[in-house]
């Protein structure tokens, strides 16, 4: 049997093909950006072995087989999603399933969940990390938490917290050498993280000593003693009262354009288990979230 091609890329050309072959629109609709929309066409395209969209200038936005295809998709989307949302009123009423990025999970949310389920008892919360965002309407998730500027179409959108990127590390490691002279700890799906920081820092560029996936590994190595790193400061909060984490550089850190967001459709929002969950989310950040230190900043504009 041959096989099909994903349905992400499926989806994309859907949507491109729905918003009349404007890339743009359509990545707008599925909350990703427009190369990530691009990237799914191509693969599309290569696993058909057909263009899909005409060139520029063309008099049609879609060539031959992309008509045929888009004709053949849109019912059947819309038949996925009244089939999730059935499934969705099936199951098990107090399950709340999210999809977080692993290094909010990681730090700041996996550490709170004993107050969350002392608080609500008889929800279930089922967790899932990735670093995509994933499609509310077609996978079975009832919210997410997105990292970006927000809003998202479609979707209600409340921000928790915008990032307050700081340097951290062991304080055992701080009282034997200055910042400067620390090893750089990065990670690989931030590596803009230290470049932003340096200005701010006062710092020459300098190489990464060690390199890991995520900022959560990145924080794990810090607390080790490997080296400092950079992370938002919400997210590494309860380490830095224990003491377990220090600043690196007191008074300095960056503010991005960016943050996290909790994210649902509104008829996902209907179960009242999902809006507790998301109403003790903003509580629970709250606190941090309006604990700004007093610091010389340097704010990141929107890209």
């Known amino acids: 049997m041959t096989a099909l091609p994903s349905l992400r890329a499926l989806r994309a050309f859907a949507e491109v093909a729905a918003a009349g072959g404007r890339i743009a629109p359509a990545a707008r609709r599925l909350g990703v950006t427009p190369s990530a929309v691009s990237h799914l066409l191509r693969e599309l395209e290569r696993s058909l072995g057909a ?3 005409a060139g520029r200038g063309a008099p049609e936005p879609l060539t031959e087989a992309g008509k045929r295809l888009a004709g053949g998709l849109a019912g059947g989307f819309a038949a996925i999603e009244a089939a999730v949302a059935e499934a969705r009123r099936r199951r098990d009423p107090g399950e709340v399933r999210v999809s977080a990025l692993t290094t909010f999970a990681t730090l700041w949310l ?9 608080a609500r008892p008889a929800t279930q919360l089922l ?7 994933v499609d509310l309407t077609t996978e079975p998730f009832d919210c997410a938490i997105r990292y970006g500027l927000g809003p998202w179409p479609g979707l209600d959108c409340r921000l928790l917290f915008r990032e307050r990127m700081v340097v951290v590390a062991n304080p055992r490691l701080l009282a034997t050498a200055p910042l400067a002279r620390l090893p750089r700890i990065g990670a690989r799906s ?12 006062g710092l020459p560029e300098a ?12 924080v794990q190595a810090a607390l080790a003693g490997l080296g400092a790193t950079v992370v938002d400061r919400v997210l590494v909060g309860d380490l830095l009262a ?23 459709t509104p ?6 288990h999902l809006r507790a969950l998301r109403d003790w989310l903003l509580a629970e950040v709250a606190p941090q979230r309006n604990c700004a230190p007093a610091s010389t900043s340097m704010v990141v504009p929107e890209r």
């Open 110 to 118: 996996v550490p709170r969940l004993p107050r969350f389920r002392a």
């Open 207 to 218: 190489p990464i000593a060690a390199e890991f996936p995520n900022r959560g590994l990145a």
């Open 190 to 201: 931030r590596r803009e993280d230290w470049p932003m920081m340096l200005p701010a820092l």
């Open 51 to 53: 263009p899909l969209l």
């Open 127 to 133: 967790l899932a990390t990735d670093t995509r965002p």
């Open 267 to 272: 008829v996902a929002l209907q179960n009242p």
């Open 242 to 264: 224990a003491g377990l984490l220090a600043e690196a550089a007191p008074g300095r850190w960056v503010e991005r354009a960016e943050g996290h967001h909790v994210v649902a």
